[in-house]
């Protein structure tokens, strides 16, 4: 019996390796043919093809790429013989017709084209199990309008199937945005589980700019559709659009909206709240976090809406931002709650009121009531800030590894390593700033990450060289004395890093990438200050160094941005923002120049 037993164990793995040896070399036969395809050898692909086809006759992918393969080196008629073949087995397989209409397309028999493509349409009223397949294979073959068709045709002969999407996205293909956005509508008319997909797909068009064409065709569809058939979730895309094109007050109007129809969470309003204020629109912020206040049934929920509205006071320089804080903590207490806001007060003292010793009083009290290590480490990354502005590196440098140690691969144990590196920066250590930016320029958060770059190129350019001083060094002084708010001691830093021969034996050289960073970084401080016309100077500097410099349409959106905000110029103004939109169209800043432009020169809406 044991025998018996044996035997059968030993051919079904016999069996199985078998069967494993043929699917691998099937594999293998693929991608040698994929290979030869892609490099335009069709003979050799479409033998490898052929006898993948052979074995495999049900497999559309080896028929489509045999075929593109024999029509690419002009065998129609082998082609035509095996589609006819297999048309004869079976006519059901209605999208060979398409596979027909295009071999005789290629040899320029139009009528016989054209009527295979309608005899694959006229199988739809039958049958609309390949309605998907017909419409992509005459997308795959440019036949845009028939693929419109086919994917319509179906849909009104299948109530269950929905090909808005990929009309949609045909529509796109053709430039016909108004059809596009019209589809993808539908879409989620249809079914809303595609809300996120149409926003992404969506978003390939639509700018932050509210005049441009596409948003406006965007918007229109769109009220048009909530007007004939009013739907929540025509309020959360217009909230969406609105965001997009940085009309926060209109976007929170919609959600608004929402919350009257009975929603009840607020975490849209937070979201909203936030992105309002990365992008300095302090107003629309602080209607959405009073909105939470107002509304909000859970106390941890106002904190947090209150934590923002400091940031606000702080951003906006609020006169009254010290009694806010001390308001706020009669009503919610010093406690694990409030350890966020405690944090953020204590930065206020430090960087806005130079009260350091006050500030980290403050957080050594916090920290002995803090609960979370998470809580413990946000308050040290604070106390380091804290010892950095006073000088006291390696106390500070302590704190921070603290973190690193606590909190290995979380974003908070990368934001320490960071400062670790700055203040590596700051005191000379060079290569240790390296070694660790080394580390976060593969950072899973952007923002880490591309200050990790900036800083490691910064440092990697500008190092000295077999002890022959750059002026990087003095450099990451006069970055320290600003992070200490010594504003004036980093501008006669700088300054002396110009003129003093002491220090550089020619001083910094226009051409140098050094000499850009401390024009650039001179220019942030004399704004900073209120010296526009002597910022202005030393962006016009970088400019006259090289004018396709990486930092050239900075600079420009900068001087532009001065002579509207600050110096009233709007002459002055306008030429720069026109250098913008017209020399470097592809700048991050050529939306925010063109309303601008357009504001200074007195267009309409």
């Known amino acids: 019996m044991m025998k018996i037993v044996l035997l059968v164990l030993l051919s079904l793995s016999s069996l199985t390796i078998a069967q494993n040896t043929s699917t691998q070399r099937i594999q293998n036969d693929y991608l040698l043919a994929e290979n030869y395809y892609r490099e335009g050898a069709y003979e050799k692909a479409s033998q490898l093809f052929n006898k993948l086809y052979e074995s495999s006759t049900f497999n559309t992918q080896y028929l489509g790429r045999l075929i593109s393969c024999y029509q ?129 797909y969506s978003s390939q068009y639509i700018t932050e700019d509210p005049e441009n064409e596409t948003n406006i065709l965007f918007k229109k569809t769109l009220l048009r559709k ?71 049934l859970v106390e941890n929920e106002r904190i947090l809406a209150n934590f923002y509205l400091m940031k606000i006071a702080i951003a906006t320089e609020n006169p009254e931002t010290a009694a806010l804080f001390q308001n706020l903590f009669k009503i919610f207490g010093k406690n694990t709650a409030t350890i966020q806001l405690q944090v953020l007060y204590a930065d206020y003292l430090t960087f806005q009121e130079n009260k350091p010793s006050l500030a980290y009083t403050i957080l050594k009290e916090a920290l002995s009531s803090a609960n979370s290590k998470f809580d413990k480490a946000r308050i040290k990354l604070k106390l380091g800030d804290i010892l950095v502005f006073t000088g006291k590196f390696n106390k500070a440098l302590l704190y921070f590894s603290q973190i690193q140690t606590q909190l290995k691969g979380h974003e908070l144990a990368q934001e320490a390593r960071f400062k670790v590196a700055q203040t590596s920066y700051f005191k000379g250590d060079f290569d240790w700033a390296k070694a660790q930016l080394k580390v976060l320029k593969g950072s899973a958060t952007q923002l880490i990450a591309n200050d990790a770059v900036a800083l490691y190129l910064k440092i990697s350019d500008n190092e ?107 002459t002055k103004a306008q030429k720069y923002y026109q250098k913008i939109i017209f020399e470097y169209p592809g700048s991050i800043y050529v939306v925010d120049a063109r309303k601008k432009y357009r504001a200074v020169r007195g267009d309409k809406r």
Not at 145 to 161: G, Q, S, V
Not at 256 to 284: T, V, Y
């Open 72 to 200: 690419e080196t002009s065998k129609f008629l082998i082609v035509e013989k095996i589609l006819l073949k297999r048309l004869e087995k079976n006519k059901s397989q209605a999208y060979l017709y398409v596979y027909l209409g295009y071999n005789y397309e290629r040899q320029l028999q139009l009528k016989k084209a054209n009527d295979n493509y309608l005899l694959a349409l006229s199988s739809l009223e039958k049958k609309t199990v390949y309605g998907g397949v017909i419409g992509q294979l005459f997308r795959e073959y440019n036949l845009l309008d028939r693929a419109i068709l086919a994917y319509k045709k179906t849909m009104a002969l299948n109530e269950n199937r929905n090909y808005n999407l990929q009309i949609a996205q045909i529509y796109g293909e053709k430039g016909n945005f108004g059809k596009m956005f019209e589809a993808y509508i539908n879409l989620i008319d249809k079914n809303e589980k595609y809300l996120s997909t149409v926003q992404r």
């Open 226 to 296: 909530s007007t004939s058939q009013p739907k929540a979730v025509w309020n959360i895309l217009l909230s969406w659009f609105f965001t997009q094109q940085k009309e926060y007050t209109k976007a929170l109007i919609q959600e608004k909206a929402l919350f009257s129809r009975g929603a009840n969470d607020l975490a849209a309003f937070l979201r909203l709240g936030k992105i309002a204020f990365e992008n300095g629109s302090f107003k629309a912020s602080e209607q959405c976090f009073n909105f939470i206040i107002k509304t909000a």
């Open 464 to 570: 000295p060289v077999d002890s022959i001083p750059s002026g990087l060094k003095q450099l990451a002084h006069a970055e320290l004395l600003a992070f200490q708010n010594k504003n004036d001691a980093a501008l006669t830093a700088l300054n002396n890093l110009f003129l003093k021969k002491d220090i550089l034996p020619n001083g910094l050289i226009p051409g140098e990438v050094l000499y850009d960073d401390a024009l650039f970084f001179q220019a942030k401080l004399l704004l900073e200050e209120g010296k526009y016309k002597k910022a202005i100077a030393s962006l016009l500097k970088i400019i006259a160094a090289d004018n396709q410099g990486f930092l050239t349409d900075t600079v420009y959106f900068m001087i532009a941005e001065t002579y509207y905000t600050e110096l009233k110029d709007t």
